[in-house]
T-cell receptor
Framework: GEDVEQSLFLSVREGDSSVINCTYT??????LYWYKQEPGAGLQLLTY?????DMKQDQRLTVLLNKKDKHLSLRIADTQTGDSAIYFC?????????FGIGTKLQVIP | NAGVTQTPKFQVLKTGQSMTLQCAQD?????MSWYRQDPGMGLRLIHY???????DQGEVPNGYNVSRSTTEDFPLRLLSAAPSQTSVYFC????????????????FGPGTRLTVL
């Protein structure tokens, strides 16, 4: 089946690192995505990882993939108030895209 | 490129009314999808299309119809609106990735906020 799970809420202090976790079920997903949604807006692609990679770094963002455990994480270094948003993990089995329910990140100044 | 556009931005309907939410993309993407977003439920797929003339049901298709007569347009029709259809609706498009079972980046429209009284 297709099911993506995320925790609902994360609160961090400005300057700290944030880690958002996700578990997925379908091992056929070739790509795994992180999307960001700011209030009142649609989703925008933040970063992605190909399923044969363990890690991908992109400036302040680090994506870790544990394919054996079907666990994906997004680390945001030096979290800023502008990072406050909802973050969605998405898996892509068989050309479909399945989203988690989203993790709301609150950054405390 | 305008990307993915949706109209209207806001709509209020009475129970039983019908209406069409419009979606268009100018990126020549094969895949288009409609999602609804409700608090605590994430995004749920309503209908999707893998190309002009081809549509299929997603996770929550009941009460909605779609058609894809052109690559650019993918309207969503509410046949007889119900309060349970109060939600924010997002249209998205993406290209396929040939040779893999993967899916490319999805581009989302700004959303339509629908209230059914």
């Amino acid at each position: 089946g297709e099911d993506v799970e995320q925790s609902l809420f994360l609160s961090v202090r400005e300057g700290d690192s944030s880690v958002i976790n996700c578990t997925y079920t379908d091992s056929s997903s070739t790509y795994l995505y992180w999307y960001k949604q700011e209030p009142g807006a649609g989703l925008q692609l933040l970063t992605y990882i190909f399923s044969n990679m363990d890690m991908k770094q992109d400036q302040r963002l680090t994506v870790l993939l544990n394919k054996k455990d079907k666990h994906l994480s997004l680390r945001i270094a030096d979290t800023q108030t502008g990072d406050s948003a909802i973050y969605f993990c998405a898996e892509t089995p068989h050309q479909k895209v399945t989203f988690g329910i989203g993790t709301k990140l609150q950054v405390i100044p | 490129n305008a990307g993915v556009t949706q109209t209207p931005k806001f709509q209020v309907l009475k129970t039983g009314q019908s209406m069409t939410l419009q979606c268009a993309q100018d990126m020549n993407h094969e895949y288009m999808s409609w999602y609804r977003q409700d608090p605590g439920m994430g995004l749920r797929l309503i209908h999707y299309s893998v190309g002009a003339g081809i549509t299929d049901q997603g996770e929550v298709p009941n009460g909605y119809n779609v058609s894809r007569s052109t690559t650019e347009d993918f309207p969503l029709r509410l046949l007889s609106a119900a309060p349970s259809q109060t939600s924010v609706y997002f249209c998205a498009s993406r290209r396929g990735i040939k040779g893999t079972s993967g899916a490319g980046e999805q581009f989302f429209g700004p959303g339509t906020r629908l209230t059914v009284l």
